[in-house]
């Protein structure tokens, strides 16, 4: 297997490019790779792991890394299925540093063993943003028209919407392209903002990139099986198929996919009206989930998607055929909760408007629900009125006199005018640099503190995350990189400092996926398999773990995680354990003892379990390589 790994290092402000060598043994991929190259040079970082192309499931997802505008730390980013047509480059991580002096396209082609083309070229993104679909598919379709004729085979396209002008957390999408088509399986490296970095620090709006080099891949079905059957007494193709279950159809549920599966379980942790379900009781809480998550809007998604089977993969070869469709609508778990119930949205339609108009202007989905939750709060409180936030209505958020067709539209429709309103900057609005910042203006100049009814984490002064959509304290862990799953996210109770460790557990583990560029979704065999594989293929085994602990190590010797700021951070935490005692039935002395602290003072309790967290990450996380 190949020994090095290839970086083109690539300045927008002039087209000037240049390739280094890094050797494997040094750096490992994407991930231990890019922190290394940003620490100099602060560029951003996209790149596949040392996989891709081979015959492993999962093993293409492309990732990016960089200094973060919206969380200001150390950040990764990834998307699925997009590494197939960059390993066609015949490298592995493109590094931009510097800046075009106006918006472009950076070109990338490689024609068998000759050099990669590169070109840096002018867009109008005005006129590009406004064609077809618009925003980022506008975009998408206007590279394609321009350069996908030049290509053998089908290329990717990396591309940002507005949101990526006007805001710190635009995200950067991009769908699979099939006989020179772009089809609907979009898939997001939205987490993180990259896409705002990546216009508004290197002027590059879009990235296309593909070709015909062949290079060294694993590509012996026949030693991977003997893998597998040594570890699993199972063939790769089956154990696979077995570890992804979850996200084609688990018949345990009768549903497929994020979406699916998790409105079928969630029941009494269902969290909806930007968490105010959290104050609810259970009995309240599933009825909610019965009566409108399972009984309409999961069973909608059943009957349009899963029944007809209609799926398919993000453009990896790959048994989960996890991207589950409706048209043009591509649905999964988390833009669909914080685009869903969060807003108080419960039906497919409604939600296919605001997620469709919320990702063709190129937003990480996830922070833009939970920031359109919190501002709909605003209103329905009436702590800001429609005319700071620019917009004509006011959320229906009474459950009592809720219709869930056209109560549902309405809330959607406030969405999409509080997202032009933020693109436009209207009223109060303007998130250029982050809603903490815009949240502490506020409260200066009206007196209002509405920073009190926004989930969230922070990280420094102004870095910001909306967490993972699961009711469980893990998601608000002070994690040096939060909103991925690099933290405990299972319903269970753990003393904080235990559970600060299994968070730094969690960290190690998934950065040995993301680090290989292997997606999660295969993480029932991937996280143990991987450094085997690395041990068989280039004998470093003790040596990939030693340095997936020394990056853990280094990313967490930037935690700048700030104490909940939030009011409802803490409510969230306080309302869990009691959950947990009451419903769950736990009586760990443990959790008796954290309820009573809270219920006497939560301000003081919530600053001692964050505190006992950090510590449990701060010692499970200290490597002294």
Excluded at 272 to 277: G, I, L, V
Excluded at 455 to 481: D, E, F, H, S
Excluded at 565 to 573: K, L, Y
């Amino acid at each position: 297997m190949e020994t090095m790994q290839r970086v083109l290092f690539i300045d927008p402000s002039n087209g000037f490019y240049r390739m280094r060598r890094y050797k494997v043994g040094a750096y490992f991929g994407p991930v231990d790779l890019g922190i290394h190259l940003s620490d100099r040079w602060r560029c951003l970082n996209i790149g596949t792991g040392i996989f891709a192309g081979s015959i492993l499931p999962g093993s293409n997802r492309l990732i990016m890394t960089g200094f973060s505008p919206c969380w200001r730390g150390f950040y990764i980013s990834s998307m699925g299925g997009a590494g197939v047509a960059f390993d066609n480059l015949g490298i592995n991580m493109v590094s931009l540093v510097g800046k075009a002096p106006v918006p472009s396209i950076l070109y990338l082609n490689r024609t068998h063993g000759e050099e990669i083309d590169v070109e840096v070229v002018p867009v109008n993104l005005s006129q590009a943003w406004a064609r077809g679909r618009g925003g980022v598919y506008g975009l998408m379709e206007e590279v394609m028209e321009r350069f996908g004729s030049r290509y053998a085979t089908d290329p990717r396209i990396l591309a940002v919407g507005p949101s990526a002008q006007s805001t710190d957390f635009g995200g950067v999408g991009s769908a699979p392209i099939v006989k020179g088509k772009l089809t609907y399986a979009d898939t997001w490296a939205g987490r993180g903002g990259f896409g705002s970095k990546m216009l508004q620090e290197h002027g590059i709006a879009a990235v296309i990139f593909g070709g015909t080099f062949i290079d060294e891949d694993f590509r012996d079905r026949k030693v991977a099986d003997e893998w597998f059957e040594a570890k699993y007494k199972q063939r790769l193709a089956t154990k696979d198929f077995e570890a992804t279950m979850k996200y084609r159809f688990d018949p345990k549920f009768e549903t497929g996919g994020t979406f699916g599966v998790n409105y079928a379980t969630l029941k009494g942790r269902m969290i909806a009206f930007n968490y105010r379900t959290i104050y609810d009781t259970e009995a309240d809480r599933l009825d909610l989930h019965k009566t409108y998550a399972f009984d309409h809007y999961l069973k909608q998604f059943n009957e349009e998607t899963i029944q007809p089977k209609n799926q398919c993969t993000c453009g990896e070869p790959c048994s989960a055929v996890c991207k589950k469709l409706r048209g043009e609508f591509k649905k999964d778990y988390e833009p669909y909760q914080t685009m869903g119930p969060l807003i108080g949205v419960f039906d497919q339609r409604a939600a296919e408007l605001i997620n469709g108009k919320a990702d063709a202007s190129g937003f990480d989905a996830i922070s833009i629900g939970g920031v359109l939750a919190w501002l709909m709060d605003c209103l329905d409180t009436n702590t800001l009125a429609m005319e700071d936030l620019g917009v004509t209505r006011k959320p229906r958020w009474d459950l009592e006199h809720f219709d869930i067709i056209t109560d549902s539209m309405h809330n959607a429709e406030l969405g999409m005018e509080l997202i032009d309103a933020i693109l436009e900057k209207k009223g109060l609005l303007d998130f250029m640099e982050g809603v903490r910042k815009w949240a502490r203006k506020v409260k200066r100049e009206r007196g209002v503190r509405v920073i009190d009814t926004f989930v969230y984490t922070a990280c420094g002064r102004k870095g910001w995350m909306v967490p993972n959509q699961y009711w469980t304290p893990g998601a608000l862990a002070p994690m040096a990189i939060m909103g991925k799953y690099y933290m405990f996210y299972g319903p269970e109770f753990f003393p904080p400092r235990t559970l600060g460790r299994i968070c730094a557990d969690r960290l190690k583990g998934e950065l040995i996926m993301d680090n290989m560029g292997v997606c999660r979704f295969h993480r029932g065999w991937a996280e143990d398999m991987l450094p085997e594989i690395i041990d068989s293929l280039y004998g470093m085994r003790e040596k990939f773990m030693e340095m997936t602990a020394v990056t853990a190590s280094r990313i967490n010797s930037r935690n700048c995680s700030i104490f909940w700021e939030s009011e409802r951070d803490i409510d969230f935490v306080h309302t869990f354990l009691k959950r947990r005692r009451d419903v769950e039935g736990d009586k760990d002395p443990k959790l008796l003892e954290w309820i009573e602290a809270f219920d006497k003072d939560k301000n003081e309790a919530a600053l001692e379990w964050w505190c006992e967290m950090k510590k449990g990450i701060d010692e499970n996380l200290r490597a002294f390589l």
